[in-house]
């Protein structure tokens, strides 16, 4: 029995190292496009940023680590052409054509590249988008940056490239960052990057670089999965563009699963599919596809829409839904933010921002935005464990935070933003 | 309608707050037997440490404060003698007495004194207490300090005087430290100590400083809850010893509330009544009362038994039951530990243990133990909401955790527990 895997980084892998702890017998083999695997592509940012030194620091796993250690096979520069299901065969853009038994489809994400891009226009996906990048920043030394998009990579980047001392202008199609339209949470953005001297233009759609002036600019304006090959075989896509799968992770072409970037997955609170391409998710979900394509049975329950990114030092994290999404969703959403200290001001408390939502006639909680430093992280981890578990607000106001003075303060900010919600909510 | 409160600190003062904002009407009259209200008792180590500069950063709030902002009248020093209940009457000690309607019992807990106490030998409970140790330490300087207990006070007294520049030496009666008997934690904790140049005694029952050479004795060796006087008007105890309570805080005796550290509170993972006094469950516990007394129906569920303590820079944290105490509590647990990156190494990232106990018929999440650095809290935060949901290992295996690199590693800690311990429970 043969598992062919298409895709070596989060989900692949994953995928394929679940599947061999099941089944020592499996013959399992995971092609990968691009010459590295098994690295953190979240990371790239901080490469550039200087946080990382080496492409090699990113890189958990070599070809031969997963040989050696797993009895996986992983070639690498290996490119498919056509997915032909029917034969269960796979051709490859070499002409070489490779069997299978059962196919996990984990092949990522792309990003939207602008029209008539020129040498110094960048995306950041992958290992040699970065390689490119750092060379022409070591090389030409450019002095003024566009960054196009205000979402992850974008904030990303913007931070990375003050951090090396460029000039940086932000452009951003929409009135916010990262698809939230919360009014406090983009003011406290713009304020923060117009203190790091960023120049920010929200509302300031670009299409193409053929516009603009400054010596290096970075495209970030969006992800497409990548799903065509497999989509041609047959396997549905939903309506968010990504593939279609069941809570096994399978696709409609049976025998297929999918996980990662370039699949659909439910939303614990909406209930809906949603495309939400995260490193997290992606270990996860290629977990459970590679259990399922080893005939165990497996679900992945979805998510909460949970996500963490730093933005000129700043934490900004969500979970669940926003006011503006809950509503699109069909609750009636109401909502508190607070602001409060992490800590004692003699342990250096520094202030968190929380605005948590919840249902006005459930009272279920629906998502939480955080700002803030450390404490971000633990506090958006928290707000997600409620929601897998369907909390009302006021399960949540009862939760037994720990405190002690060096690590927190004495009432949590996530149960003093829950009191403020109750309060509005009675 | 008089509601009066006995105690002045974490539990009577957030009764009172919370009874005057559901009920304008309510005359609000709170006695404290000490000279301040409204401080952080939890901070008096850190106090002694030096990382509060004086008792009044501990401070939150006056007297004045609450008379003026939230028309509660505040009697300081001010002792209660007896409670006749029958007469709906307090006589305080200066002979004076207090009519009451509605009485909110929150007068805390005592340290355990030793058996004949000499002028080296502090307890540290109260706001005088720390200010009398402060005051031995700068007049006397003494050079060795003997700590008896390896509880929360205790370990937090150590790290206090070994910044202080003290020979320390710690003595703790049972083979462990927190009341927990995990040997990983033991040897850890054990081992930190001593490379700190604690001179550490296990299995060392002392019952009286006459026996120790030591220049300052820190006594912190247990509590007792503050019960006798209304337990003598007809308040029942429970089998800790503490108020026995209802969900909704109610004592035995009607128009009888109590909180925080004088009462017992239900344990969620077990369901059974348990002592644990701690200052953010009397916060929470004293808003249910205070509401209650105000004539409102709120219910208290409980708590997971969450705490967390800094041992000489490490971060212990607990929620839930460890093995012994869910065999006692009737469960079959199973358990696994694991050391784990909290980030990246290019983000300095600093290791986790994690130890995780699941039920092994249910597979119900029993409790967690975490170790480490700053994300110690968040982590133990994650494991107490997974419990107050009653979440399985299954459950909690697909929890959506934040990831970025500068916050996280892309699997959490958590989550590698959680695979470790379903892949012994499989």
């Given at each position: 029995m043969r598992l062919v895997v298409v895709g070596g980084v989060a989900a692949g892998l994953s995928a394929a190292s679940r599947a061999r702890r099941l089944d020592a017998s499996l013959e399992i083999l995971v092609?990968?496009?691009?010459?590295?695997?098994?690295?953190?592509?979240?990371?790239?940012?901080?490469?550039i940023e200087g946080q990382a030194e080496s492409l090699d620091q990113l890189t958990l796993h070599t070809p031969e680590f997963f040989r050696r250690e797993r009895r996986i096979e992983v070639r690498t520069q290996t490119e498919v052409a056509a997915v032909r299901h029917a034969q269960r065969e796979l051709q490859l853009v070499s002409g070489e054509r490779i069997r299978y038994d059962k196919?996990?489809?984990?092949?990522?994400?792309?990003?939207?590249?602008?029209?008539?891009?020129?040498?110094?226009?960048?995306?950041?996906?992958?290992?040699?988008?970065?390689?490119?990048?750092?060379?022409?920043?070591?090389?030409?030394?450019?002095?003024?940056?566009?960054?196009?998009?205000?979402?992850?990579?974008?904030?990303?980047?913007?931070?990375?490239l003050r951090a090396r001392g460029l000039s940086v202008t932000l452009y951003e199609a929409k009135g916010h960052y990262l698809h939230r339209d919360d009014d406090w949470l983009t003011s406290r953005i713009t304020g923060?990057?117009?203190?790091?001297?960023?120049?920010?233009?929200?509302?300031?759609?670009?299409?193409?670089?053929?516009?603009?002036?400054?010596?290096?600019?970075?495209?970030?304006?969006?992800?497409?999965?990548?799903?065509?090959?497999?989509?041609?075989a047959?396997?549905?896509?939903?309506?968010?563009?990504?593939?279609?799968?069941?809570?096994?992770?399978?696709?409609?072409?049976?025998?297929?699963?999918?996980?990662?970037?370039?699949?659909?997955?439910?939303?614990?609170?909406?209930?809906?599919?949603?495309?939400?391409?995260?490193?997290a998710t992606a270990n996860k979900m290629g977990r459970v596809a590679g259990a399922n394509a080893a005939g165990a049975r497996e679900r992945f329950p979805g998510i909460a829409g949970t996500s963490i990114v730093r933005v000129a030092g700043l934490g900004v994290a969500f979970t669940g839904l926003n006011s503006a999404q809950a509503r699109l969703d069909g609750f009636r959403p109401a909502s508190a933010v607070i602001d409060a200290?992490?800590?004692?001001?003699?342990?250096?408390?520094?202030?968190?921002?929380?605005?948590?939502?919840?249902?006005?006639?459930?009272?279920?909680?629906?998502g939480a935005t955080i700002a803030g430093d450390e404490g971000v992280r633990g506090a958006i981890n928290v707000a997600a464990t409620a929601l897998a578990a369907r909390m009302t607000l006021d399960d949540f106001l009862s939760l037994d935070l720990a405190y002690t003075p060096p690590y927190a303060a004495a009432t949590d900010p996530l149960l003093i933003a829950a009191r403020q919600l109750a309060r509005e909510l009675r």
């Open positions: 092609l990968e496009k691009g010459s590295r695997i098994a690295y953190g592509a979240c990371g790239l940012p901080y490469y196919l996990v489809w984990a092949a990522g994400a792309r990003p939207v590249h602008p029209s008539r891009p020129d040498d110094r226009t960048f995306v950041l996906r992958t290992d040699a988008d970065a390689a490119r990048l750092q060379a022409f920043l070591s090389e030409r030394k450019p002095k003024t940056a566009a960054v196009v998009g205000g979402g992850y990579i974008g904030l990303e980047m913007v931070t990375a923060l990057l117009e203190r790091c001297r960023v120049a920010v233009k929200l509302r300031t759609p670009v299409s193409s670089p053929a516009q603009m002036g400054e010596d290096v600019i970075i495209w970030a304006a969006g992800m497409q999965p990548n799903t065509a090959l497999i989509a041609d047959g396997a549905a896509t939903g309506r968010t563009g990504a593939l279609q799968v069941t809570d096994r992770c399978e696709t409609t072409l049976p025998g297929v699963w999918a996980a990662g970037d370039c699949a659909e997955t439910n939303h614990l609170v909406s209930n809906r599919p949603v495309w939400l391409p995260l490193g200290q992490d800590r004692p001001r003699y342990f250096r408390g520094r202030k968190l921002q929380v605005e948590l939502v919840a249902d006005l006639g459930t009272r279920r909680l629906l």
